[in-house]
Nanobody, 123 residues
Framework: VQLQASGGGLVQAGESLRLSCLTS????????MGWFRQAPGKEREFVAA????????TYADSMKGRFTISRDNAKNTLYLQMNSLKPEDTAVYYC?????????????????WGQGTLVTVSS
């Protein structure tokens, strides 16, 4: 399984971005998908996850109400819509895939990782 994240860039505070993660292979629709991020000098942290069914999502508290995770199984693509961006959202964003749902906020639960896409939010 290969994951290719894209959509990052430089935006001003308050603006929006949509990240995409294209996944190869035929197993996308049966995998739980998630987003993590790593800010400069910090550990990677959980952002959001969506179950393979598409109807259950989980968000980190600081992202609730601003970020929306979604998936299009027909296109093998995962999305992260980010609104009202803040300078503290600046980070490299990674998509990930897993077969388990338990412990989804932990890195160890995720089997496959994309290469990351950089999001920079200026004040």
């Amino acid at each position: 399984v290969q994951l290719q994240a894209s959509g990052g860039g430089l935006v001003q505070a308050g603006e929006s971005l949509r990240l995409s993660c294209l996944t190869s292979g035929r197993t996308f629709s049966s995998r739980n998908m998630g987003w993590f991020r790593q800010a400069p000098g910090k550990e990677r942290e959980f952002v959001a996850a969506i179950k393979w069914t598409g109807d259950i999502t989980t968000y980190a508290d600081s992202m609730k109400g601003r970020f929306t995770i979604s998936r299009d199984n027909a296109k093998n693509t995962l999305y992260l819509q980010m609104n009202s961006l803040k300078p503290e959202d600046t980070a490299v964003y990674y998509c990930a895939a897993a077969t388990v749902w338990r412990d989804r906020i932990q890195e160890m639960a995720w089997t496959y990782w994309g290469q990351g896409t950089l999001v920079t939010v200026s004040s």
